[in-house]
């Protein structure tokens, strides 16, 4: 049975603003040796899964930067959504295509924004997670051993009942409070939730006609289409009738055949700068920087200025982001309010900043 494998790129990563952008979002950004997240996303899985079996799934804005930091992987299997609908959509096209292609395939999904340093056991539980699916009815996902009680997780509780590392899903639970981060940690029985899921394509097309009837009647129109002329109007027209939904709320957490296999490799997916922090050594006064800084009397504080000398004395706990058009200065602990700017943003209309 062939195997394929769902990237899902389509984000933007507003967190990281102004380095992030519509056009050049934080999957294209180049944290680590001078390859993007995007790219060692791929780079990750070559030895399992084809290049002409890899389906990256975009929008409009990214297809052109993906097709140059991807040159490998076909034009044809980068699909740009007409707009954005949450994963569930994403997924169900995605599917759509490669049953088209191969009839009943074997699909990892995979995100595009995770650091994931131990290679090995990494492709390990991905393998385990396509032998199960292959040979049995269930959607498989990869959970990752809680090392802290972090808040910014969703988290699988499992079986622990079971000796095998591939367990039965009792509940997921969404980004919890502190208190329950630390109780599901304690327990023993929850993992972090990666985001990586493994199926057969009429699985996963029967758990959506279960439990998602609007979007299996939507993939049924993009199937019959898929290789058409007509592709791309159908696909809007559909794609403007679909709600905005996740695969784990639309899927994943009212299905009964849902399984779990324990990834024993380190895991980090980037959300904002705290967690690119872990990544950076900070001088003696934990202070995290990029380019050519000056700092006296400066503590615990995140500076990225490539593009020209920075001077900075006697703040701290201070962010600042120096990009070629934008500049953001904030008090650390204001990190969160990156929001606001995007919303004023676009209230003023100054979209080329975005």
């Excluded at 929008?59 to 980068?78: D, F, G, S, T």
């Excluded at 920087?289 to 004395?313: F, H, M, Q, R």
Aim: hydrophobic content about 40%.
């Amino acid at each position: 049975m062939e195997k394929f494998a769902i990237i899902l790129a389509g984000g933007v990563g507003y967190n990281f603003w102004p380095r992030s952008r519509e056009k050049r979002p934080k999957h294209l950004l180049k944290f680590f040796d001078n390859k993007s997240l995007l790219q060692l996303t791929l780079e990750r899985i070559s030895d399992i899964f084809p290049k002409e079996n890899v389906y990256i799934i975009t929008n409009r804005l990214q297809k052109m930067a993906i097709k140059e930091q991807l040159p490998e992987i076909p034009v044809e299997n980068i699909i740009d959504e007409p707009f954005a609908k949450k994963t569930a959509a994403s997924i169900a096209l995605a599917n759509a295509i490669i049953e088209k292609r191969a009839g009943e395939a074997v699909t990892t999904v995979l995100p595009c924004d995770h650091v994931i340093n131990d290679n090995e056991n990494y492709k390990k539980a991905l393998l385990e997670s396509l032998e199960y699916a292959e040979h049995h009815y269930g959607l498989v996902t990869i959970g990752i051993k809680p090392t802290f009680p972090a808040v910014d997780y969703g988290y699988i509780q499992f079986d622990e009942t079971e000796v095998s590392n591939l367990h039965k899903v009792l509940t997921f639970a969404e980004k919890p409070t502190e208190g329950t981060a630390e109780r599901f940690v304690e327990s023993g029985d929850f993992l972090w939730n990666s985001g990586i899921f493994t199926w057969r394509t009429g699985v996963i097309k029967n758990e959506i006609k279960t439990h998602m009837t609007d979007l299996y009647h939507a993939s049924d129109e993009i199937f019959e289409v898929v290789g058409e002329p007509e592709f791309d109007t159908v696909l809007t027209s559909v794609y403007s009738r679909l709600k905005s939904t996740s695969i784990d709320y639309g899927i994943l957490e009212s299905s009964e055949h849902v399984f779990v296999v324990e990834g024993l490799f380190d895991w980090t997916d980037i959300d904002d700068l705290d967690d690119l922090k872990q990544f950076i050594k900070p001088d003696n006064e934990n202070n995290f920087y990029e380019g050519n800084v000056y700092l006296d009397k400066v503590k615990d504080s995140y500076i990225y200025a490539p593009n020209k000398y920075t001077a900075i004395i006697g703040l701290e706990n201070i962010t600042l982001v120096d990009t070629q058009d934008a500049l953001l200065v904030c008090h650390s602990d204001k990190i969160d309010n990156i929001g606001l700017i995007i919303d004023h943003l676009r209230l003023n209309d100054k979209k080329h900043l975005l």
